[in-house]
């Protein structure tokens, strides 16, 4: 489906293709492009469909193209799966035009950056009034902006990881920290990718750009590099979250056989008493004195119980059982 912006001296109105052949500045953004729209975008662009197609390919990098009629620059947004903490990055392909009237997106899923642009665009004239040069700065800034708002909902996550490893951890927990690995790792892929898109129109390897628009875009450069940095604070943040996740679970394994070797230790003197007193030998000691007639049960009884109290004394002491370093 494609929609097409037109900016008139009423304001921004809805247009069509054609109009991207006449002097109006034009905005044109298709999305889920099926065959058709790819043919009639082929035939604007100059490019082959099999190539457009390739543009949109999710192991497509970001790069600088430039084509006979247009400028080719794909970017890396941030696309939010499911209303859900999954997010992923899919490729936007942005042609400029060689006249500079027209700006044409193609993307294969819905970007909440370009819908804001859309909603800015309709309520304010003066993004496509200002030319193309600055539309394509306003929406590569919208496009940063989103990575802003998903990172400091990442942070928002993390502190409540944090607060569960050390309180409460469980394997929901480790579930989230690989989750959010894995959104850093597809942010920084994408964010060093797009760095290099940006570092090109600072070099006006992107000729369609005005030269007063240029100190515009490395604005967006030192954004770049602030998100590359954040996403690898918060990266080193999970790994040393998932360390402390190991080492906790692995005190706690600790604890329990710890626990259970104590135990084990409390019945073992009364069992080894049990076994040699249950031996069942006509001579053995004490069995056929009168005391051990009378009183053997009792005895047998006394010393297991004795034994469990030296033991419980032997490891107070050490500081096994209170917790205390030996």
């Not at 044109?28 to 082929?42: G, T």
């Not at 800034?141 to 490893?165: A, G, M, P, Q, W």
């Not at 297991?304 to 033991?311: A, D, E, H, K």
């Amino acid at each position: 489906m494609i929609k097409v912006c037109k900016y008139t001296k009423r304001g921004v109105v809805e247009g069509s293709l054609k109009d991207l052949a006449t002097k109006a500045v034009c905005w044109a953004d298709c999305l889920s492009p099926e065959k058709k729209d790819f043919e009639e975008i082929s035939r604007l662009v100059d490019m082959d469909v099999s190539n457009l197609k390739d543009t949109l390919a999710e192991e497509e990098r970001p790069k600088v193209q430039d084509l006979d009629k247009y400028s080719l620059m794909t970017f890396r947004a941030p696309f939010l799966e499911h209303e859900e903490m999954h997010v992923t990055t899919t490729s936007v392909a942005i042609f400029i035009s060689k006249n500079k009237n027209n700006l044409i997106t193609l993307r294969t899923k819905e970007i909440a950056s370009i819908e804001r642009i859309r909603q800015i665009l309709l309520e304010r004239n003066t993004l496509l009034q200002k030319g193309t040069s600055f539309f394509l700065y306003r929406l590569l800034d919208e496009i940063l902006n989103s990575y802003f708002l998903i990172l400091s909902t990442i942070e928002e996550k993390i502190d409540r990881i944090e607060d569960e490893v050390f309180e409460k951890p469980s394997r929901q927990t480790v579930q989230q920290i690989f989750a959010i690995k894995k959104t850093l790792i597809f942010f920084h892929k994408a964010l060093t990718a797009n760095r290099e898109v940006i570092t090109s129109i600072e070099k006006e390897y992107v000729k369609e750009i005005d030269k007063k628009n240029i100190k515009r875009f490395r604005s967006l450069y030192n954004d770049i590099t602030q998100l590359i940095d954040t996403e690898g604070t918060y990266r080193d943040i999970m790994t040393g979250t998932l360390e402390i996740y190991l080492s906790s679970v692995s005190n706690n394994l600790n604890q329990v056989m710890k626990t259970l070797t104590i135990v084990a230790s409390f019945i073992l003197l009364p069992t080894l008493i049990a076994g040699i007193y249950g031996m069942n030998f006509h001579f053995m000691p004490e069995i056929n004195t009168q005391f051990g007639q009378k009183y053997g049960y009792y005895f047998a009884l006394f010393l297991m119980g004795f034994s469990i109290l030296l033991m419980y004394l032997y490891f107070r002491r050490k500081g096994w059982i209170t917790g205390k370093t030996p």
